[in-house]
């Protein structure tokens, strides 16, 4: 798959067949972040790599995150420095080598009298944090009195308000990272296919040496080879396991991390805000997201599977109160609620005392008695680190297993990933005018593919029918669907409308009224027969009934104080 253009429906079938025909020397299962940076690392080593994911790209933590690549302020509070560091060393990187997705944010932490968080624990951390990153943040902090705080965010709760901090992080588009990663991974020679499901594993002489697979497409079986297989499957990696090893003790203790999107403008903030949950103290946010804004995180012990977490009430009530504690005047009630994201952090099981807030973010390679490499642990912001260290893992049992030399290690924390060749995204921005391209259009998709907008502007060129926007008053075009079938091998109507656009999170409707015509244009360029474009129809508006049911239990609640 060395040409882009084969990250397509074309490219994903001579990927999988190609695995299928001869052994890789790494099977990586799993095509969230993880994932994405284990098979970019390892075939720019050099290595056959091939990945597999049971669904589409970052269907799962990996699109239901808090967006953020981020130092990790909050913690600082659990003296756990050396995460801090590590992660705001990656944030500087990740600036570098994606300015499309992952942009600088500053932020409000706001101090309260009586607070758990006092204001001098505020100024103290903030002081610490930009020492943690070198002095080498994008600007260092600021703090603010409180009535330049109240300058800066009018709608804040007043009574109470000493002060506020003003520091700065990165925000990132999850789903789209994880993808550029993965076709970064592509074009340096890996073998990768979304909706490819592990059946079982391959162990001849009691070494796992492949997995058996289904093709949730066509549903095709097949077992595919691999010398060294690496599970990276995130919240799934237990259960994985467990196909290795019945008895296999757990590595995890997943929490629910829930978010919910409502109207910016009823919260009236212009920088992310920090703050203190009223409810259980613990560190949340809100976060702007073009005419949105979200609210989160929970952070709850979950043993759910993975593939039914959803919003609670219970949930979306305890945010909402959150953020109206801060925000009087938004008097946010469960209608306010556009959509809702929730995940599992596959985060590492630790000693049975500690809360979910307290439990390490830090990451683990671990390998089974028959060989299986599984990563647990870490976070969006570290997934460089992860893969690399999987990596010399994967390259040192090779060495072990046939005699090979072991590569030295790759230029991942400086090699571009897809569309972040430039540095001044105006340029991209006037280049696209220039082609007459709307200026909200040509934003939103500088911003969402950095310099391969050129690409999308150029399918517009070609067909001016491709520029006109997918809902009406949005700046999503239906050049957009396109690219996103033969550039970034979409698969089904999902794939399109919640992770390659946004559509699903954003629109009031949930997109739904673009789904039939988005349908009916995947059809053509897939080949889908009217039944499996009515399926695929059905199956997304089934995706946005479950998006809601946090309404049942809460639909008679007018306000949340």
């Known amino acids: 798959m060395g040409a882009d253009s084969s990250f397509s429906h074309r490219g994903r079938a001579a990927a999988l067949a190609k695995m299928m025909e001869a052994p890789v020397d790494l099977l990586v299962i799993g095509g969230g972040i993880t994932g994405a940076a284990i098979a970019r690392d390892a075939a720019l080593r050099g290595l056959a790599v091939g990945l597999i994911g049971k669904g589409d790209f970052a269907g799962g933590t990996s699109s239901h995150s808090s967006r953020l690549i981020h130092g990790g302020l909050r913690y600082l509070e659990h003296r756990d420095f050396r995460l801090v560091f590590e992660a705001s ?157 019945a008895n296999a003790a757990p590595l995890l203790r ?24 009223p409810v259980d103290g613990r560190v949340m946010f809100i976060l702007p997201w073009g005419e949105v804004s979200y609210i989160g995180t929970t952070d709850t012990d979950d043993r759910g599977s993975p593939d039914e977490i959803r919003a609670t009430g219970e949930d979306v009530i305890y945010l909402l109160r959150s953020a109206n504690a801060l925000f009087p005047q938004a008097r946010l009630a469960p209608k306010d609620v556009i959509s809702t994201w929730a995940g599992l952090r596959p985060l590492l099981a630790p000693e049975k005392s500690a809360t979910p807030a307290q439990v390490s973010r830090e990451h683990r390679v671990v390998e089974s008695a028959s060989g299986m490499l599984t990563i647990a642990g870490g976070k969006l912001t570290t997934h460089r680190v992860m893969g690399r260290d999987v990596v010399d893992r994967v390259a040192q049992k090779l060495h072990e297993i046939d005699g090979r030399g072991v590569p030295p290690r790759a230029g991942t924390d400086h090699l571009v990933l897809p569309g972040g060749d430039i540095a001044d995204l105006e340029v991209m921005v006037e280049s696209a005018r220039a082609r007459d391209i709307p200026e909200p259009v040509a ?91 009515t399926e695929e129809i059905a199956d997304y508006l089934t995706e946005v009934q479950r998006a809601r049911e946090f309404m049942t239990g809460v639909a008679r609640a007018s306000r949340v104080s």
Do not use: C
């Open 89 to 245: 060393r990656e944030r500087r990187i990740l600036l570098n080598i994606a300015p499309h997705l992952v942009r600088p944010l500053p932020f409000v932490f706001p101090a309260y009298k009586g607070a758990r968080v006092p204001g001098w624990k505020i100024f103290a951390a903030l002081w610490l944090y930009d020492l943690l990153a070198s002095f080498r943040n994008v600007h260092t902090h600021r703090w603010l009195s409180r009535k330049a705080a109240r300058h800066m965010e009018p709608g804040l709760r007043e009574k109470g308000l000493t002060g506020a901090g003003l520091y700065w992080d990165a925000q990132a588009d999850d789903a789209r990272l994880t993808l550029a990663t993965l076709r970064a991974a592509a074009l340096a020679g890996a073998n990768v296919a979304n909706y490819v499901e592990v059946t079982g594993l391959s162990k001849p002489d009691g070494r796992v040496t492949g997995a058996v697979v289904q093709d949730q497409i066509t549903g095709q079986t097949a077992t595919i080879q691999g010398r060294v297989v690496v599970n990276a499957t995130g919240p799934w990696v237990d259960g994985l396991r467990r196909l290795d090893d």
């Open 254 to 277: 997943p929490t629910k991390g829930v978010h919910v999107v409502v109207p910016r403008a009823r919260i009236g903030h212009t920088n992310a805000i920090t703050l203190l949950s």
């Open 443 to 533: 934003r939103h998709l500088v911003k969402t593919y950095g310099s391969e907008s050129a690409g999308v502007v150029n399918l517009i060129e070609r067909d001016r029918s491709l520029g006109r926007s997918i809902l009406e008053g949005r700046p999503e075009v239906w050049a957009e669907v396109v690219h996103s079938v033969e550039r970034e091998m979409a698969m089904r109507l999902s794939d399109v409308l919640i992770r390659r656009t946004h559509l699903f999170y954003e629109d009031a409707g949930h997109g739904s009224a673009a789904a039939p015509p988005v349908a009916r244009r995947m059809a053509d360029l897939l080949g889908w027969d009217r039944g499996r474009e």
